[in-house]
């Protein structure tokens, strides 16, 4: 079946550790992006890219660091200077250059501090 | 960041009621959807409105993009226990490429 799939779906994290979020689509869409989520909040943006080997930050990149190697694969590494990353993470794709342009979301990475 | 004004910000109904929620910027937008999230989830789409005035239905919901392009709506009909979850908005205009404006979610709950 297409669709985003987002490993793992539960992450702790400890003290001043790197920890790297998985993201996989094989919707054949050029864009990919990531969100966080916190209790009760609308979602942020913290990077997006819109083609292989670019991306851009988002509202909220500060801590959060990103590749885009290959197509299908956008990994989300929460660094060491996140100070609060206890969050619901979710990754997003959308297929460019439509003018009906939507955006679909994996089922989320919960991550939460130890 | 912008987010959009989204209300209620909760509501509480019975089984066979119908349900209004509104999103409201100040900005104008060319693309107004919106989308449901259940607990531990990520949200998926209901309705997508891409012309002032459009209106959309998708079962026993309506969305409408509002005619100054500045707010939407969502009408749920004859809601049932399954409807429960949060509805976003989100909307994308001309200058910001792909990137969307969430806003801050409706939590609806329905008892029996």
């Known amino acids: 079946d297409g669709g985003i799939t987002q490993s793992p779906k539960y992450l702790f994290r400890k003290e001043g550790q790197n920890v790297t979020l998985s993201c996989e689509q094989n919707?054949?869409?050029?864009?990919m992006y990531w969100y966080r989520q916190d209790p009760g909040q609308g979602l942020r943006l913290i990077y997006y890219?819109?083609?292989?080997?670019?991306?851009q930050k988002g509202d909220i990149a500060e801590g959060y660091s990103v590749s885009r190697e290959k197509k299908e694969s956008f990994p989300l590494t929460v660094t060491s200077a996140q100070k609060n990353p206890t969050a619901f993470y979710l990754c997003a794709s959308s297929k460019q250059g439509s003018t009906n342009e939507k955006l679909f979301f994996g089922s989320g990475t919960q991550l939460s501090v130890l | 960041g912008q987010q959009l004004n989204q209300s209620p910000q909760s509501m509480f109904i019975q089984e066979g009621e119908d349900v209004s929620m509104n999103c409201t910027s100040s900005?104008?937008?060319?693309?107004w959807l919106w989308y449901k999230q259940e607990p531990g989830e990520g949200p998926v789409l209901l309705i997508a409105?891409?012309?002032?005035?459009e209106l959309t239905s998708n079962g026993r919901l309506t969305a409408q993009f509002g005619i100054t392009r500045k707010d939407s709506f969502l009408n749920i009909s004859a809601s049932i226990p399954s409807d429960v979850g949060i509805y976003f908005c989100?909307?994308?205009?001309?200058?910001?490429?792909?990137?969307?404006?969430f806003g801050t979610g409706t939590r609806l709950q329905v008892t029996l």
């Open positions: 409105l891409y012309k002032a005035g």
């Open positions: 989100a909307g994308r205009n001309t200058g910001t490429a792909s990137k969307l404006t």
């Open positions: 919707l054949n869409h050029d864009a």
């Open positions: 890219s819109q083609i292989v080997n670019d991306f």
């Open positions: 900005s104008i937008f060319n693309t």
